[in-house]
């Protein structure tokens, strides 16, 4: 089996302000295989429920200020209840220029469990704004075509990208990132820019100004990249619960048949060996190390193999560490039914 390893940043710019669904899969753009689908580890094709482990790598530094905040993330992927207003900007529980660990991690872990970034973002080798268009290889010209067209505003539906080829998943005929739908499988999602609704150029993706253009609350895809410093953004939004329920319908890509998994994020304390370690040292902000392989047969499939999760200093990053145990899910089902 061939072995992939990936490293993905986390939300580049400490302290900066953004960079800014459809959702892209880890491994999607490295292999160019627009339709691949990334499990977490311990899916093989077959099992029903998978539990991955999440450690604090005992060499940590911060480990009393984490234990909260890993609790919480692993709560929130394990409900997957998306909220349309998960984003609250300035918010006033962290003092100035402290940045939310929590929100980090919740899109550090994200990545160790399949998904990327809707976005461009900082490995595409832009700057600026450029990092907000949908996530897509740069096609036979070999050069990103970056156009926000004539709503001027970057990674909405009328996007024109020339001959980029879109990685984003979408719901067939809509297009639109803020829905969180009954069926979510191959059925209902593509990559495929011919399923889109007519008139449409691009994929839309979860992005605050695109929440804003569409007159909905604050809310971001928890995998869309880029922080702001005093904003929380601690709940999936529905581009990031979709995403996940699309590896869910398993390896047959339809919902309701014998291959679909539910997985549990199991919390194992500080100890090592668990399949998502997470450690906080040195001078980056926040990057995922992810490593996958094939499901066999079948390559359109993959299973992240181990996950290391990097949290730069408290020396390096203003940390604001939440120490408020997440409470009793909040279910939010039917504000997000198909509409
Ligand atoms: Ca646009
Ligand atoms: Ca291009
Ligand atoms: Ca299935
Ligand atoms: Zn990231």
Redesign the pocket.
């Known amino acids: 089996m061939k072995a992939l390893n990936a490293i993905l940043t986390g939300l580049a710019g400490v302290l900066a302000a953004s960079a800014a669904s459809a959702g892209v899969f880890i491994f999607a753009e490295q292999l160019e295989n627009p339709g691949l689908i990334t499990h977490p580890s311990g899916y093989t094709g077959s099992e029903n429920q998978i539990t991955v482990s999440v450690c604090i790598d005992p060499g940590s530094e911060s480990i009393a200020q984490m234990e909260v905040p890993v609790r919480n993330v692993i709560r929130t992927w394990n409900e997957r209840q998306p909220l349309l207003n998960n984003l609250q900007l300035n918010n006033p529980e962290l003092p100035s220029n402290h940045v939310d660990y929590e929100s980090v991690l919740l899109h550090e872990v994200g990545h160790c469990i399949g998904l990327a970034h809707p976005n461009l973002a900082n490995e595409s080798g832009l700057t600026g704004s450029s990092r907000g268009y949908a996530k897509a290889l740069p096609g036979a010209n070999d050069t990103y075509n970056l156009n926000a067209g004539s709503d001027g505003v970057i990674g909405t539906r009328n996007d024109l990208r020339g001959d980029d080829v879109n990685l984003g998943w979408f719901r067939k005929g809509v297009n639109n990132p803020f829905v969180f739908e009954q069926v979510i499988?191959a059925s209902t999602y593509g990559v495929n820019l011919s399923d889109l609704p007519a008139g449409h150029n691009f994929v839309e993706i979860g992005a605050l100004q695109v929440a804003q253009l569409r007159g909905l609350p604050d809310g971001e895809a928890v995998m869309h990249q880029g922080t702001r410093a005093r904003a929380t953004r601690r709940d999936l939004a529905p581009d990031d619960a979709t995403m996940i329920r699309l590896g869910m319908?398993?390896?047959?890509?339809?919902?309701?048949?014998?291959?679909?998994y539910t997985y549990t994020l199991e919390y194992g304390g500080v100890a090592s060996g668990c399949d998502i370690m997470v450690r906080t040292e040195g001078n980056g902000f926040g990057i995922c190390q992810v490593s996958g392989s094939f499901l066999n047969p079948g390559q359109n499939h993959i299973q992240i193999t181990s996950g290391v999760i990097t949290m730069g200093s408290a020396a390096n990053v203003n940390w604001y560490f939440n120490q408020v145990l997440r409470g009793e899910p909040s279910i939010f089902t039917d504000r997000f039914e198909q509409d």
Request: charged fraction near 45%.
């Open positions: 499988d319908a398993g390896r047959d890509r339809t919902q309701g048949t014998a291959d679909d």
